[in-house]
């Protein structure tokens, strides 16, 4: 495995392997998902001898429809990057474009199906951490409305953004094991019982757009790389071959949602990150000076660059004095998105976009450069804020390098975008 | 307050408190695990309550249905929607190091209780009360025995997640008995409530704030204004854990202010920790920063939505409303019917036997006898719960006249306590059963005739003859006559 895709190598199955909706399929899990008695590191140090003594929610799941867990997939620390190369292991390589970057953060989920290691996968989109990835390595990846699936074992970044989601081969694939994973569960009090619980997301994915109305956001294509735009339009010309019918929208607000999001996200990430502090995980002790000297040592050896910028901006942003021009303007803006996506939605069945507005980045090209990654967030950090459902489905190339195509639905909208995407398998 | 003079450099002495109290419910606030202490550390964990990655609190329906009693005993709003938030900050025993609390939203706002000191009713405004998680605890081990200077530190998640109520009053109290008689009756209705057990270690954490203000800034009515109140440097006395205790380093705590201020000196503004075998309050760190909590929301918790339950959740009689209905329904005094309405068990036995037997008896029995010797051997009521019954007999077989009352309480009602006997067993065994009325007589007759000096000096007039011939018969009748009742005999067998 030239690509160093996974961090650990696993081979877990339930007790009825052979039965359920999954069997016989190999599944990688993204290294932030709690998998009982298999370290999870989260691509840190910090966590680099973790090993959960329990299940998350959809690890159970996957083990009870049959499937195999075949290891724990690199991904950023604690999910912040768009490259994976913020990982304490060492960046992948993208299968699909061999000396690029698989995007991020579940870029080794991606990666895995890309390459075949897996059959499918699972990552977890915060702010475009599934949709990223699946753009970049030309595979499907399915971000959730947030509360379908249990986040119950999901490591924590930005609570109230993330979602765990599916990467596939095909859309149907992809929601075949959505399928298995989505659902309320006791354990997380934010899930709820999607309104069409009965329907199989698998089942809809048909292809039939047979009018189907798409809404294009134009703010989502300013500034885009002219390959990515001309890539979408050709899928958009596929699309509307097959019946469907599309119109521009605007979502003025979503100038604002990349400030709000990192705002939002940073700020969460302060107080979810702050458990390791060397008690429990990381380096314990040793150190000279009172426990607070102790905390912030190891603190210091088990972080890597990035995962303490977004700590101390997100602490920066939460404190008095700053905490209503930074962390609660970002909460009214987010307000505002939601908005904005309603209105869009209350005129077509669903929005579409480039996933990303550039293909993906050489190795290394991007890791001194921060503004220049979190800018590649643009068109994916809005459906977060909004809470939205949204899949990533392979569009076509530019210059040799995929581009992925982001189909965006209303709240527990699953079935509209899976059906959508499912036209350009 | 009651209006009085004011005088040049008189001080007002000003108290607020905040009250933690842990919620009695089988499991803790976020997770399935018992609330019940146990010897083992780190038994009753969780990846919830030990706070590992990926973990997410869900909340106790229990722990909010206390919330609400307390919300309507207090006569407090509960608001259409609440919420919680996450405290942040570093400690050790802080398995996230950050508490989920309540806020801007808490789920018990702008409540009151009423307290009576020296006979007068007053009124204490609680602010809030909310709902959050206890840390866990931790144990310093060898060196200076402190946080800095231990030589490690072990740490215990049992308590970590045990549901608490913070009570947040307004700066109402003008003395430490004040505070003493607000903790003592906010006991007494938690438990009527059953969501406190007093008797468990912990069970009740105080923080009080006191400053002294010269009382030309306070109106006639006692009210001190905002200003003033924030102008007044005050200080934070933390770990008092009893009403006694409260009252204890509150007077230690005036008087140290006092001093301070009549030598001239500045009273500085920080936290002191009360020391209770010390009996003094020391400085916890000087000159200490205002912490910055960074606050905001908990996205794991959907907001709650329980206005609707303080209409649903019905609680029972509460001490002081039971306090006047005994006074007036059993005809008591003050004081018997505080004590009888000292906790919901006693006050439901008191009613029990009242019913039954003459309300004067039964208080009698219960109140001093009872709770008296129950005083004495350093038990509770709590502590016969099961024996109650026996209890009960008792006092049927002074109400029947069984028995002496003298007997019952000093004999019967002991070794109840002591050796765990039932009532008519003891009786039985020491032979206490009433001397019949016919036995008396007879004796009365014996002992007159036996004891014709005795006969003729009390016909003499002299006083002391009657007594003689009284312990007569209570020998004869091995002292299970009533004297009273043989004294009346004799004198009406020597007319």
């Not at chain 2, 919330?67 to 608001?79: E, L, M, N």
């Not at chain 2, 029995?365 to 008296?372: K, S």
Request: glycine letters at 10%.
């Amino acid at each position: 495995m030239s690509e160093n895709i996974f961090i650990t190598d696993a081979e877990l199955a339930g007790d009825d392997a052979d039965e359920g909706p999954l069997a016989g399929r190999t599944v990688a899990v993204k290294d932030n998902i709690s998998t009982e008695g298999v370290r999870t590191t989260c691509g840190s140090r910090m966590l680099e001898e973790y090993v959960p003594p329990y299940d998350a929610t959809v690890v159970s799941r996957l083990k009870d429809a049959g499937a195999t867990i075949v290891g724990k997939t690199n991904m950023d620390e604690f999910g912040m990057g768009t490259t994976t190369e913020t990982s304490y292991f060492g960046s992948t390589d993208n299968p699909a474009a061999p000396g690029h970057v698989p995007g991020g953060s579940s870029g080794g989920s991606a990666a895995a199906v890309a390459a075949g290691e897996a059959d499918l996968a699972l990552g977890s989109d915060t702010g475009g951490s599934i949709r990223c990835p699946a753009a970049f390595c030309g595979v499907v990846g399915i971000k959730p409305t947030y509360g379908l699936v249990s986040r119950y074992g999901l490591v924590a970044y930005a609570n109230s953004l993330e979602q765990i989601g599916p990467f596939g081969s095909t859309v149907e694939e992809a929601a075949e094991l959505l399928d298995v994973i989505a659902g309320p569960d006791e354990r997380d009090a934010t899930t709820r019982q999607a309104p069409d619980s009965n329907a199989s997301y698998a089942a809809a994915a048909d292809g039939d757009v047979d009018g189907l109305s798409i809404g294009v956001p134009t703010e989502l294509l300013e500034g885009a790389d002219e390959g990515v735009v001309d890539t979408f339009w050709d899928a958009l010309a596929d699309l509307e071959e097959q019946g469907a019918e599309y119109h521009e929208v605007s979502l003025p607000s979503v100038e604002h949602a990349v400030e709000a999001y990192y705002v939002i996200a940073m700020s969460e990430a302060s107080s979810n990150l702050a458990r390791f502090d060397g008690v429990r995980y990381g380096n314990s002790g040793g150190y000279e000076g009172n426990w607070n000297d102790a905390f912030g040592r190891a603190r210091e050896e088990g972080f890597g660059d990035e995962v303490k910028r977004r700590i101390l901006l997100g602490t920066y942003a939460l404190s008095a004095g700053y905490h209503d021009k930074y962390y609660k303007k970002a909460q009214d803006a987010r307000a505002w998105v939601k908005q904005d996506f309603d209105q869009a939605l209350s005129s077509a069945d669903v929005l579409a976009s480039p996933t990303m507005p550039v293909p993906p980045f050489e190795l290394g090209e991007s890791l001194d450069d921060p503004m220049q990654m979190y800018l590649a967030d643009a068109n994916t950090v809005p459906v977060n804020l909004a809470d939205l459902p949204a899949v990533s489905v392979p569009a076509g190339e530019t210059d040799g390098l995929p581009v992925g195509l982001q189909l965006i639905g209303p709240a527990f909208g699953e079935q509209q975008v899976i059906r959508a995407a499912s036209a350009l398998d | 307050m009651t209006a009085q003079t004011v005088q040049q450099g008189d001080l007002v002495t000003v108290i607020g408190l905040e009250v933690h109290v842990q919620l009695e419910t089988n499991t803790k606030i976020f997770c399935g695990c018992p609330t019940e202490p146990t010897e083992e550390p780190n038994e009753n964990v969780c990846p919830v309550c030990l706070g590992l990655p990926g973990a997410l609190p869900v909340l106790n329906e229990a722990a909010v249905e206390s919330a609400v009693k307390i919300g309507k005993a207090i006569d407090a709003d509960i608001p259409e929607e609440t919420r919680f938030h996450r405290k942040n900050y570093y400690y050790p025993d802080l398995p996230k190091n950050f508490q989920i609390t309540q806020y801007d939203e808490p789920i018990c706002q702008h409540g009151e209780l009423e307290i009576s000191v020296e006979g007068q009713r007053r009124s204490v405004t609680i602010e809030r009360a909310h709902l959050e998680e206890d840390p866990g605890s931790l144990q310093h081990v060898g060196g200076g025995g402190g946080i800095d200077s231990a030589e490690y530190t072990l740490v215990n998640y049992n308590r970590a997640g045990v549901p608490l109520m913070e009570i947040v009053t307004a700066p109402d109290f003008r003395s430490p008995a004040e505070v003493r008689a607000f903790l003592a009756e906010l006991e007494e209705v938690l438990e009527y409530l059953g969501v406190f057990d007093a008797g468990r270690d912990g069970s009740l954490r105080v923080d009080a704030n006191l400053s002294m203000i010269s009382a030309e800034e306070a109106d006639e009515d006692g009210t001190i204004g905002l200003e003033a109140l924030e102008a007044a440097n005050r200080t934070e006395v933390k770990n008092i854990s009893s009403h006694k205790g409260a009252e204890k380093a509150l007077v230690y705590e005036e008087t140290r202010q006092k001093n301070a201020i009549q030598r001239g000196r500045a009273i500085e503004q920080e936290t002191r920790h009360w020391d209770e075998s010390r009996g003094i309050t020391v400085s916890m760190r000087s000159k200490e920063e205002e912490k910055d909590y960074r606050y905001f929301e908990e996205a794991d918790l959907p907001p709650l939505r329980v206005a609707g339950w303080k209409a649903e959740i019905a609680i029972p009689e509460l001490p002081s409303a039971r306090r006047e209905r005994f006074q007036a329904e059993y005809d008591l005094s003050d004081e018997a019917a505080s004590k009888l309405t000292s906790t919901k068990q006693v006050a439901d036995f008191y009613e029990d036997v009242a019913l039954e037997y003459d309300p004067d008896l039964a208080a009698t029995w219960v109140a001093d006898e009872l709770l008296g010797e129950l005083n004495y051997r350093d038990m509770e009521i709590t502590d016969v719960e099961g024996r109650l019954e026996d209890v009960h007999r008792l006092v049927e077989l002074v109400a029947e006249d069984e028995i002496t009352a003298k007997n019952a309480k000093e004999v019967v009602l002991r070794e109840m306590l002591d050796d765990g006997s039932d009532p008519d067993a003891v009786v039985e065994a020491a032979g206490l059963g009433k001397t019949g009325e016919d036995e008396v007589q007879q004796a009365v007759v014996e002992a007159i005739e036996e004891n014709p000096d005795a006969v003729a000096d009390h016909e003499a007039g002299e006083g002391g003859a009657i007594n003689f011939l009284v312990g007569q018969v209570m020998q004869k009748t091995g002292g299970s006559a009533d004297p009273g009742d043989v004294n009346q005999l004799l004198r009406a067998e020597l007319e």
